[in-house]
């Protein structure tokens, strides 16, 4: 169960004036207890405003914010309050450090507001506090006389105190130099992994990003596309489970036909192959060729039909690509398309003739695309390696990371030995492949 629910949420200033102007429009998102997200975009696109509406610092115009089950939007001020003090601990790129109170009781004020008027609890939680971040000898320093990096470590000790299950972090490091930003950074990522703390964060630096399990990307006030994280141990917690979703999907609508539940799952992948696609366009064309990639995966467009789509100017229906980012878009997802159909095709009786394992087969003729579309001309032991590699792939005997490393490791010490620029660019196609292959139509023209 999501313990953050944003529900079709938008903050309109001047609505109905004609200086009207949108800060987030139509923003829906889910966070998952002790997960680590960041919200992504350039200065302005909104994400500061977004970790507003969480906090409950301010109000949506529309939409609903749901924390642990309750709707904020219908709090008033002394719920609120206690709301704060209890789920929300808050890191802000300023500190926001009180300079007429020395750094211990900085840190203990959130407890004063919660009501904790037992002394002795207070400090010595503000000391256990002070200890773990490096910062006790200071107790009764004013904030002003230490570093941004402590500082920032005195806003992350204060956010604690109250022992909040939600951490929002905006721009934590955003002041601080790169030493004591990597010590931040590493500090909030403790607080996830062991303290079991759900972390949101706010950043446009696109170096943070590794930190995070999901990154929610923004611009213009919208959320273009989220993506996760394939270098972090969640994910590989969700990778074990992808193989009990289709029963799940089956035991939730048990009146449905396999076909049925296929038809089920286009959208969703239709949604993952246009964020493959797109890099620059902006959010009505994003959302216009998600619709247009699964009118092509459900074969209610033609492989003509979706690249004169993508060519047509925007105010006749179209996307309003050049005609040769049209052609390399169509072409990237035809190859994806019919990759996906291999895979579902039966080839058993095929594979028999030949005295293979159908998989191998299978493995055999995406090696053999992946070549043609990547490589050119390799060795016999090359092609035979990578062939291995792709059936393991399909069995799910190696993780994609272990794929990508193989391929570029060098034929001497056993690998593939590619180019690195390459071997991306494989292990990319592969994944999307895997990904799209269930119900995608062996028959779509």
Do not use: W
Not at 213 to 228: C, E, L, N, P, S
Not at 298 to 305: P, R
Request: glycine share 6%.
């Amino acid at each position: 169960m999501a313990l953050i629910e944003v529900k079709k949420v938008s903050v309109i200033y001047n609505k109905g004036l004609t200086n009207e102007s949108n800060a987030v429009l139509d923003i829906n998102l889910e966070i998952y207890p002790e997960e680590y997200v960041m919200i992504f975009g350039p200065s302005g696109c909104g994400k500061s405003t977004l970790l507003n509406l969480i906090a409950g610092l301010e109000n949506p115009t529309e939409g609903d914010i749901i924390i642990d089950g309750q709707n904020i939007s219908e709090m008033d001020y002394a719920q609120m309050s206690r709301f704060h003090c209890t789920k929300i601990g808050m890191i802000f790129q300023a500190y926001n450090l009180l300079s007429s109170l020395t750094v211990k009781d900085n840190i203990i004020l959130p407890q004063v507001f919660l009501g904790n008027h037992d002394f002795k609890e207070r400090n010595n939680r503000a000391d256990v506090l002070l200890k773990k971040f490096g910062i006790y000898e200071h107790a009764n320093k004013i904030p002003t006389e230490l570093s941004g990096g402590q500082q920032q470590r005195i806003g992350i000790a204060r956010s604690l105190i109250n022992d909040q299950p939600i951490i929002l972090a905006d721009e934590p490091v955003g002041n601080l130099d790169s030493k004591s930003a990597a010590n931040v950074l590493d500090i909030i990522k403790e607080l996830n992994e062991k303290n079991k703390k759900t972390i949101v964060m706010v950043t446009h630096n696109p170096e943070y990003l590794e930190y995070a399990h999901r990154i929610f990307y923004m611009k213009d006030g919208r959320m273009t596309h989220v993506v996760v994280n394939k270098k972090s141990k969640h994910l590989k917690k969700d990778v074990t489970q992808k193989e009990k979703e289709f029963d799940l999907l089956a035991r939730s609508f048990p009146g449905l036909s396999e076909a049925q539940l296929h038809t089920l799952m286009i959208p969703f992948k239709a949604k993952i192959m246009s964020e493959y696609l797109l890099t620059s366009l902006n959010t009505d064309q994003i959302q216009r060729i998600e619709e247009f990639i699964k009118k092509r995966m459900s074969g209610k467009f033609s492989k003509y039909e979706f690249r004169m789509m993508l060519d047509r100017s925007f105010e006749k229906g179209g996307i309003g690509l050049d005609e040769r980012t049209a052609i390399q878009y169509s072409s990237e997802t035809e190859k994806i398309i019919q990759g996906a159909g291999l895979l579902q095709k039966n080839l058993k009786d095929k594979a028999e003739s030949l005295n293979l394992e159908e998989s191998v087969l299978k493995a055999k003729l995406i090696s053999r695309y992946l070549i043609r579309s990547y490589i050119g001309n390799i060795s016999e032991q090359q092609k035979n390696r990578l062939e291995h590699l792709v059936d393991m792939r399909f069995k799910n005997e190696i993780e994609a990371e272990t794929f990508d490393k193989v391929l570029d490791m060098p034929s001497s010490e056993g690998g593939v030995g590619l180019d690195k620029r390459v071997t991306k660019k494989i292990t990319r196609d592969l994944e999307i492949i895997l990904l799209v292959k269930f119900g995608t139509s062996t028959d779509i023209k």
